[in-house]
């Protein structure tokens, strides 16, 4: 009888240990798939982390932009009003006023970060300037700028206006 039994317990303590053994490699499964689903959100929060610093860096860079562009119509102005030419002495003064305040106005967009972009004499970029018109002129290489229409503008490293540009074909 007791050879009977010892295969019989035999037998148990082997299903046990299978059952062991499969309740360990389930558990082992298990940790694995949460440890990769951790690494993959700890990388998705870093990921976020990153994205939300850069646009803060942007914004805090390009925060004027929208003021800028709003006043560049302003400035046109000015140096439209500084181009006539006067002959009173009274008007002389108020010109030179209006110089002043122009000069200010420079370089307080300079401060920001605004400055004009380059044109004459260039050659043609279309990130930074816009043909409006063309021209056949031997003085000049082809694909030059010859005149500027209207003055652009780079507010850091960003186009916030580009020159509108006659260009030499």
């Given at each position: ?6 295969p ?14 499969s309740?360990l ?12 689903r ?12 990153k994205?939300?610093?850069k646009?803060?860096e ?18 046109d102005?000015?140096e ?21 305040i ?5 370089d ?5 970060g ?8 260039e ?25 500027e ?6 507010l850091?490293?960003?186009?916030i ?7 030499n074909?």
């Open positions: 009888e007791e050879t009977d039994q010892e019989v317990e035999e037998q148990q303590e082997d299903q046990e240990s299978n059952s062991n053994e309740e490699e389930q558990l082992k499964k298990e940790k694995d798939e949460v440890y990769q951790l690494l993959r959100i700890q990388a998705e929060y870093d990921n976020f982390r994205r939300t610093q646009e803060k942007a914004d805090r860079k390009y925060r004027s932009q929208s003021l800028v562009t709003e006043l560049l119509p302003v400035l102005n000015l439209r009003a500084l181009q006539v030419e006067v002959k009173e002495e009274s008007a002389t003064s108020f010109v030179e006023g209006v110089d002043m122009y000069r200010k106005f420079l307080i967009l300079k401060e920001e605004v400055e004009p972009i380059k044109t004459e004499g050659k043609f970029d279309p990130h930074l300037h816009q043909a409006v018109m063309q021209v056949e002129d031997d003085n000049y290489e082809s694909n030059s700028i010859v005149e229409l209207q003055k652009g503008y780079k850091k490293d960003r186009v206006r580009p020159s509108m540009v006659k260009v074909q």
